[in-house]
């Protein structure tokens, strides 16, 4: 007896304990008995309206997410565009060999630090394991250089063995050249490299993103390059100013290279970041108005249904007080 | 490095690389520019990440390279 008297308390007593809102808490008295579990009909709308209020918060968020996205966006598109004029000159002198083999690589992933970015950062981790296949072999030797935090979470799971440097925190300031020169130097001085492999998302258009590799030789793989002719044998054409010598002068342009096309690969990736992350939140914010509509749908459909039932209720009972 | 046998640079010679020649060279150009471009051409250019080294497939103590103090 005393059982049951407990369990009808517990009863009572369930929709104050489940989890809800402040709000509910309030109003627990009308809760109890929309509520009501025991031999009342009407149907509960309060789960639903909870639903469609968080729905509604997470959409203002996800709008003002896109509005700091798109703001950011601007500030960092020219001058991302401005560096591609910095690794260019290289190009031209130097040109791109992506598929040059040598023993070291070193493999330099750009990444964001934050999330809610759509896929980039897993774009440029997968690049980065292809590439580490495609270089990886007896006798060779691949590292990891991991710029931002996401690229760092990915990649911890199947290649921390190969994880030779990460580095985060790097968009608390606006990024500079400084900041981004004295990170390449950083990398320069600790890794033993060959060849230098910065995987990034390059960016064309805010919706679109291309997965890019640029190719920094040491200044010993471009002499044997030179020597072997191709696209750098004409490096021997070019005069030498001053006493400098050509291993100097190549020492200098590669330090010099690769911390131009770290600056504009990170300026790059930042920039597809703010794309991607106003893409991201566009849809979702959208999703969540599909969301809250079929809510709302749902809701009205139940509140005129309770309604209608009492509306028969009362008629009839009126009815059967009358006959 | 073969460049050992040749006159090596004064900076080179002091363990620094070109990167880092370059950077303060281009510190002195901004420290001769004329004020209001003085301070803004400086508060721009403001370092700050953290690096990690890892061994054996752990992160090492990261080291933090920053001008501005820890807030």
């Not at chain 1, 309030?26 to 929309?34: A, D, G, P, T």
């Not at chain 1, 469609?52 to 798109?70: C, D, E, G, H, L």
């Not at chain 2, 090596?8 to 001769?32: D, E, H, K, Q």
């Not at chain 2, 497939?57 to 933090?64: E, I, S, Y």
Request: aromatic residues 6%; positive net charge; proline residues 4%.
């Amino acid at each position: 007896m005393a059982m049951a008297a407990l369990r009808r308390e517990g009863r009572r007593f369930a929709p104050l304990i489940s989890p809800q809102p402040i709000t509910a808490a309030v109003r627990s008295s009308l809760i109890q008995q929309e509520q009501a579990p025991l031999g009342v009909r009407s149907i509960s709308t309060q789960i639903i309206r909870n639903r469609m209020k968080s729905v509604k918060n997470i959409q203002k968020i996800t709008k003002a997410m896109k509005m700091v996205a798109a703001s950011k966006l601007r500030a960092i598109q020219t001058r991302a565009e401005n560096s591609r004029g910095l690794w260019q000159p290289f190009t031209a002198l130097l040109g791109d060999t992506p598929s040059v083999d040598v023993k070291k690589n070193v493999i330099v992933t750009i990444s964001s630090d934050k999330g809610l970015c759509g896929g980039i950062n897993s774009t440029s981790v997968k690049t980065s394991k292809a590439l580490f296949k495609l270089t990886s072999g007896p006798d060779k030797e691949t590292k990891y250089v991991l710029v931002g935090e996401k690229a760092k979470a990915q990649l911890v799971r199947d290649s921390r063995k190969h994880i030779d440097i990460s580095i985060t925190g790097l968009q608390k300031n606006p990024l500079n050249y400084t900041q981004v020169s004295v990170l390449a130097d950083d990398i320069l001085k600790n890794v033993e490299y060959d060849a230098l492999r910065v995987v990034f998302n390059k960016f064309r258009s805010v919706i679109s993103f291309i997965p890019t590799t640029a190719t920094v030789l040491s200044p010993e793989i471009v002499e044997r390059e030179a020597e072997s002719g191709g696209r750098l044998g004409d490096l021997d054409s070019y005069e030498i100013e001053g006493g400098e010598t050509k291993s100097e002068i190549l020492q200098n342009l590669t330090e010099y290279q690769f911390s131009c096309v770290l600056f504009n690969a990170v300026l790059e990736n930042a920039c597809s970041e703010q794309g991607a992350r106003m893409s991201a939140m566009d849809s979702s914010s959208r999703n969540a108005g599909e969301v809250l509509d079929r809510l709302t749908l749902t809701y009205n459909r139940t509140r005129q249904a309770s309604i209608t039932t009492e509306l028969i209720e009362i008629i009839s009972g009126a009815a059967a007080l009358e006959g | 490095m073969a460049s050992s046998t040749a006159a090596v640079p004064f900076w080179r010679a002091a363990g620094m690389t070109y990167i880092t020649y370059s950077n303060i060279c281009a510190n002195l150009v901004r420290n001769c520019l004329k004020e209001p471009h003085k301070t803004e051409a400086l508060t721009r250019e403001k370092v700050h990440f953290s690096l990690s080294k890892w061994t054996d497939g752990k992160p090492q103590r990261p080291t933090l390279r920053s001008d501005t103090p820890e807030d």
